[in-house]
């Protein structure tokens, strides 16, 4: 099945450090991924619409400098979370659709990123 | 706008034991899916099933099964016989027809089967 890659797994970060996460379709192109961030026992909220070869569609409320997005090729995006503070510890997930499957394809995501700034 | 609630914030269960965890789903779009993921104390995502709005058939896969309504706008997802593996946050999903086809999460069902 289709293969969502999410590096890294697990990151700690000094306060001010800017963190980049990356998201690679691995066995399919995918035009538009998905970030979204996740709060301990919440849902996962979506942050922002990554498009190949266009900006970042973000979510209201979703900082654009501070969480920086490129979709630079069909098989990878990155998040950027930028000077970081501990208020943006998170789960940060990616996800992505294949572009050539059917209307009605799941998302398929990837496992995700711990993100703790301290 | 669209909506997805998730009425059942955690679920206990006996080992054994059947469980439904319910979905409530809002939207304006006439085409329409609907999914339910499973994430483990792990982290991942795991995709377990989706639905188009203009299927309407109930699914089995397994213990698992899915009752879709589109009178009430349920799409209830069933586990019989509950393993203790099963002990996962449970999310119902909705994506529009259209667009860029963004995902709304429901707010997760934590489901904890004990042995």
């Known amino acids: 099945g289709a293969v969502v890659s999410q590096h890294p797994s697990r990151v700690i970060c000094k306060s001010g450090t800017s963190v980049k996460i990356e998201c690679r379709s691995l066995d399919f192109q995918a035009t538009t991924m998905f970030w979204y961030r996740q709060f301990p026992k919440q849902s996962l909220m979506l942050m922002a619409t990554s498009n190949e070869g266009s900006k970042a569609t973000y979510e209201q409320g979703v900082e654009k400098d501070k969480f920086l997005i490129n979709h630079a090729s069909l098989t990878l995006s990155t998040l950027t979370v930028t000077s970081a503070h501990p208020e943006d510890s998170s789960f940060y997930i990616c996800?992505?659709?294949?572009?050539?499957?059917?209307?009605?394809?799941?998302?398929?995501f990837g496992n995700g990123t711990r993100l703790t700034v301290t | 706008a669209q909506k997805v609630t998730q009425a059942q914030t955690e679920i206990s269960v006996v080992e054994k034991e059947d469980v439904t965890l319910d979905c409530v789903y809002e939207?304006?779009?006439?085409?329409?899916?609907l999914f339910w993921y499973k994430q483990p104390p792990s982290g991942e995502l795991v995709f377990l099933i989706r639905?188009?709005?203009?299927?309407?058939q109930n699914e089995i896969s397994g213990r698992y099964s899915w009752n879709f309504q589109k009178s009430t706008s349920s799409f209830n997802f069933t586990i019989t016989a509950s393993q203790v593996v099963d002990s996962a946050v449970y999310f119902c999903?909705?994506?529009?027809?259209?667009?860029?086809?963004?995902?709304?999460f429901g707010t997760g069902t934590k489901l904890q089967v004990i042995p």
């Open positions: 939207t304006r779009d006439t085409t329409y899916y």
């Open positions: 996800s992505a659709r294949d572009a050539s499957g059917r209307d009605n394809s799941p998302l398929h």
């Open positions: 999903a909705l994506r529009s027809g259209g667009g860029y086809q963004k995902v709304t």
């Open positions: 639905r188009n709005s203009f299927d309407e």
